[in-house]
């Protein structure tokens, strides 16, 4: 029986499977790698870093009268 090759499951699932070279992967596994890849992009379009993110948290919890972590 065939079997995902990136989750393992066994090819009697809803999902469709796509099999190429070998190497089988459901349709929703797939959809994994897409979000994975637009989250990425999104992260590197807004061009944010940790401490300018902790920062901008920071000033939300100060707005709101609570303490930032130190
Ligand atoms: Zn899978």
């Known amino acids: 029986m065939l079997t995902c090759s990136f989750c393992d ?3 009697d699932q809803t999902s469709a499977l796509l099999t190429a070279s070998g190497v089988n992967v ?5 959809a ?5 890849i637009e989250t990425r992009d999104a992260l ?16 939300i ?3 709101q009268g609570r303490q930032p972590p130190k």
Do not use: F, P
């Open 9 to 11: 499951k066994s090819a």
């Open 26 to 30: 459901y349709d929703t596994c797939i």
């Open 32 to 36: 994994v790698g897409v979000r994975t």
């Open 44 to 59: 590197e379009e807004a061009r944010v870093t940790l401490e300018e993110l902790v920062a901008e948290n920071h000033k």
């Open 61 to 63: 919890l100060l707005s």
